[in-house]
């Protein structure tokens, strides 16, 4: 599936589902395949469809984002060890270049 055809699909399952939490006060958790969380990222970052070749999440660390009161982002980081998500994010781009 590519990239955007999964943003057509998050996209109003962010809307519908988890925007709405979000509003209501609730902290909400995504786990998802790695595209699904890049339509995401692009989504809320307004990340550009080139830039978002870039993104390469780690694979099993929790991305964590401030909102502020209209969901756009204020802050995010990944929660862990620094250097171990370096290397998971690392290990996401080779997997990348291997399908190139």
Same mark, same amino acid.
């Given at each position: *599936?590519? @990239? /955007?055809?999964?943003? !057509?699909? +998050? ?9 709405? *939490?979000? @509003? /209501?006060?609730?902290? !909400?958790? +995504? ?6 969380l890049r339509a995401i990222v ?13 993104v390469n999440i780690p ?42």
């Amino acid at each position: *599936e590519s @990239l /955007a055809t999964t943003l !057509v699909r +998050v996209t109003p399952y962010w809307e519908d589902r988890i925007a709405p *939490e979000l @509003l /209501a006060g609730r902290n !909400v958790l +995504v786990a998802a395949h790695g595209n699904s969380l890049r339509a995401i990222v692009k989504m809320l970052e307004g990340v550009s469809d080139a830039d978002i070749t870039e993104v390469n999440i780690p694979t099993g660390v929790p991305l964590l984002y401030e909102l502020d009161s209209q969901l756009k982002p204020v802050a995010s980081r990944y929660l862990g060890d620094a250097e171990a998500v370096k290397a998971r994010a690392e290990a996401v781009a080779r997997q990348t270049e291997a399908k190139k």
